[in-house]
Every structure is written in C-alpha cells, then in structure tokens.
C-alpha cells in the first residue's frame, strides 16, 4: 500500500529516508528551511520538496499535510519535532505520527502531547551497544507494535544458563516466549519438552520490561 509521508529533517537523513521510502513506492514530501538543501534535494530525489518553517501550518498545508497518512520530524531540536508533530495530529488529523527525542528523557513527554510514536536515538544505540557488550551471541534485536514487543535472535553458547536444559527449564520470564527454536538450520515450533543445546538460535519474544531478564535466563 502506497502512503503518503510528510517528512522534516536534516539534509542528508532526509535523503537517505526518502530515497528508501520513494523507492518502496511512498510518496515523500520534504520540510525545509534551507533554500540550498531543498534545491540540493530536488535534484536527487523524487519527491516534493517545500521551502519553510516546519511548525508552520501553512507550509505543512503546502506539502499535503492534510492529506497525509503520516508524519517523520526527525529534526536535531525537539521542540520542533514535538511541534511538528502536534500540528500534524491536531489541525491536520495525521493519522501517525513519529518524531525523534534527541534527548532520550523526552519520549514519555512526546508521547504524551502528540507524538505516537517517539524514539531516542542515543536510548537505541545504547541499548545495542550494551546488549551486544553483554550477550556477543545476539544476531538480530528489532522492535514491533510500537515498541511493545521485542524480538530478539541469539545462539546459545556453551556458557550458557539454557544450555542443557529443556525449554520449560530454561527459567524464561513471565510475558517472554521462543518463537522459534532453529537446530542445524532446521526451523522448529518449540515446545516445552525441546532440548536446547549449544549452538541452536532462539527468536525471544519480550515485552520491554522483561526484555533484560529474558535475555538473562538464556545467555547468562
């Protein structure tokens, strides 16, 4: 499904973003306040680009926000994103809207006043960082349902606390669930009496909130 996308943001994410989402078959409309950048991105996009304020509503207006499936700010200010994000939802009814904290201590703000969708970068790579210092075994870590729910590929090393056990042993978390057991490349539904041994990869299935210890009552 085609969906038309407002997007504010730097010059080079904003690129990199459109020429991904134009590729996909979206429709990209881009913000900014720099007459150099958005001739700069006229040129190697195809997508519309709008001169102005991003907090304006009648530049947003210009670049069809009011037709809109969703909004990115993703600028490097967060009160602009924040209030790109509350003109979009209020006086445009954008559906969806996702904006950038670059302080990671706004996101319960952002989500709160406008934003449904709010992430911190410096929280992401953080927590990537830390969980690959952690668990060297992790080999995919992804987000679904707005950050409800977390899936999580890792090989069990011979160190690990699972290794040897059965699943229902393995001490998973309540909320935490495999859902899928991989053994010598071959895909297995797992059940509570499968045998974990060195070597097989798992696809956790958190919540955030035990995320940590999932990880914990595998790997450790």
Known sequence: MSLRILVAAEERPAYFLSRRLTAAGHKV????????????????????????DTTDPRVLEDAGAGSADAVMALTPVDARNLAICQQA?????????????????????FQALGAEIAFSPA???????????????????????DG????????????????????????LPEGAIVAYL???????IPHGRNDLLAGHRLMLGTAPGNHGPALDARTA
């Open 29 to 52: 409309a881009l913000i900014h306040e720099s007459e150099a950048v958005c001739r700069a991105l006229a040129g190697r996009l195809e997508a519309l680009v709008i001169l102005g």
């Open 123 to 145: 929280r992401v790579l953080a927590t990537l960082l830390e969980q690959r210092a952690r668990f060297a075994d992790i080999t995919n870590l992804a987000q679904i349902a």
């Open 89 to 109: 939802r209020i006086r445009f009814s954008v559906p969806r809207a996702l904006a950038v904290a670059n302080d990671p201590d706004n996101e319960e703000v």
């Open 182 to 188: 991989l053994r010598d490349d071959r895909p297995l």
């Open 148 to 171: 409800r729910v977390h899936l999580t590929e890792l090989r069990l090393s011979p160190e690990a606390r699972a290794s040897g056990r059965r699943l229902q042993d393995a001490g």
